[in-house]
C-alpha cells in the first residue's frame, strides 16, 4: 500500500465547474458539502484506506526561528498556504490508479445549489524511503 495526500486548494489550481466561494453559500449547502465529505471517509475506513484528513481555517501565520525566545511571526509578500490551501485528506491505496479515481469521486462534493464542485484535487505520493544524496541536488 502508498500512501497519497489528496490536496483541496483555494486557488492556484485550475478553477472548477461550480465556482462559487464557499461564503457564498447556504448553511444548508455547506453542511451538505461537509456530510459528503465525511461519508466518503467514512467509507474509506471501512476499507482501509483512509488515514486522516482535515479542512484548515483561513487564519495562519508563518513562524521563524530568529534567536533565543525570538519566534517572528509575519505575513509576507509570498503566497501563504492560508490562501492556497483548502485542507487535505491521506489515503493508503494500492495503486496510483486507485488513488487517482478516489481523488475524482471526491472532486464531485456538492457545493452551491447541491450541484457537483468538480474541483480540482492535487495527488501527491508520500516518500516512500529517503531520497538519496542524488535525488535532493540541486540545480
Known sequence: MAKYLLLKHYR???APVNNVPMDQWT?????AHMRYMNDFAARLEKTGEFVDGQALAPEGSW????????PPVTDGPFAETKDLIAGWMVIDVDSHERAVELAGELSAAPGKDGKPIHEWLEVRPFLAAEPST???TFK
Open 12 to 14: 492556484g489550481a485550475p
Open 63 to 70: 513562524v521563524r526561528y530568529d534567536g533565543e525566545g525570538r
Open 134 to 136: 542524488t535525488e535532493c
Open 27 to 31: 448553511p444548508e449547502e455547506i453542511s
